[in-house]
Structures are given as structure tokens and as C-alpha cells.
């Protein structure tokens, strides 16, 4: 009997455990946003991006505004949404060693951010 509540407790236990792991954002995931006024980001779990590892990479780019693109740019990626339009995407890049820019091309001036990978 001692056994039998022991391994009902421990599948309980485990159940939320399992439920969370799935819900995790992967670590390779980052979010890219530009617009809808004149801000652009990346971030990796809603901290903004300045450091990485060289590896792969998921991400999802939220394009608000039909006068702003999000285009990335750095060894090996050169991607860019289009500036007439809005659009959600998935972008599977390989980040090597080096630096890369993010900008929306008809205002890189003011509207851009950088970060290393290495």
C-alpha cells in the first residue's frame, strides 16, 4: 500500500513538471519587432538581445506598420521583411561568430540595434 501511494504522489508530481517543460520558450528562440511607431527590437524571452552563442535560431518577426521593415544583417543572414506591408514570420538562421545589425531600412538612422555572437 506504502509503495502504491508513493508512485501516485511521484506520477502527480511529475505531471506539472512535464506540463511546464512544454510550455518553456525554447532557448533559441528569439522575437523581432518593428513598428507600429518608430521602435525595432530583438529580444530572447523579453530581455533585449546583446550576447549570443554561434548556433541555430528561430525567429519570429512581428512587422507592424506598412512604413518599417525588420531586416537583419551579419555574417552569413542578410533577411528582411518588406516595408509595404505587415506581416508575421519565422525565420530559421545560423548566427556565426560576429556582429550583426538589425534595422528598418527607410529609417536606419534612428530605428536600429546590433549584438555579438560568439
Do not use: R
Not at 508513493?6 to 528569439?30: E, G
Amino acid at each position: 500500500m506504502k509503495l502504491l501511494v508513493t508512485a501516485v504522489l511521484a506520477a502527480a508530481l511529475a505531471v506539472p513538471a512535464a506540463t511546464a517543460a512544454l510550455k518553456a520558450p525554447a532557448a533559441n528562440t528569439l522575437t523581432g519587432t518593428v513598428g507600429p511607431g518608430f521602435t525595432i527590437k530583438l529580444t530572447q524571452n523579453g530581455t533585449p538581445v546583446k550576447k549570443l552563442k554561434a548556433g541555430k535560431y528561430t525567429i519570429k518577426i512581428a512587422d507592424k506598420a506598412i512604413d518599417h521593415n525588420f531586416h537583419l544583417k551579419g555574417p552569413g543572414v542578410n533577411k528582411k521583411t518588406s516595408v509595404a506591408a505587415k506581416i508575421n514570420t519565422t525565420w530559421n538562421v545560423t548566427l556565426e561568430k560576429g556582429k550583426y545589425t538589425y534595422v528598418c531600412d527607410p529609417h536606419l538612422t534612428f530605428m536600429k540595434g546590433s549584438f555579438t555572437v560568439s
